[in-house]
């Protein structure tokens, strides 16, 4: 059984940077595709980013391109996500989620098998 655990998160002021990582266990990641899904408050889940398992291949919705950066480590069993010129809009629970058996990342919340407890991001002055 895949663990995943979210770290990272926090509060910064409109512009800044935050890190998030996505630690696995239990498991390898290495033939997973992955990604990060957030939540806002009062709003549905929704995809972020994705990433095939040998890191090859990247996605980002449109309103994170640009700024936000998907990676993995499959050495170490974990994926991150870099995200830079934060705005408000950005305020949510970021989630790490990881598929089972397919090596590509979904759009899709049904496609994904695992998924971590999440990380809160908050974006304020």
């Known amino acids: 059984q895949l663990q995943l655990v979210e770290s990272g998160g926090g509060s910064v002021q409109p512009g800044g940077s935050l890190r998030l990582s996505c630690a696995a266990s239990?498991?390898?990641?290495?033939?997973?595709?992955m990604a990060w899904f957030r939540q806002a408050p009062g709003k549905e889940r929704e995809f972020v980013t994705g990433i095939s398992a040998s890191g090859g291949t990247t996605y980002y919705t449109d309103s994170v391109k640009g700024r936000f950066t998907i990676s993995r480590d499959n050495a170490k069993n974990t994926v991150y996500l870099q995200m830079n010129s934060l705005n408000p809009v950005d305020t949510a629970v970021y989630y790490c989620a990881a598929r089972a058996r397919a090596s590509y990342y979904s759009y899709y919340i049904r496609d994904y098998d695992y998924w971590g407890q999440g990380t809160q991001v908050t974006v304020s002055s």
């Open positions: 239990g498991r390898t990641i290495g033939n997973s595709g």
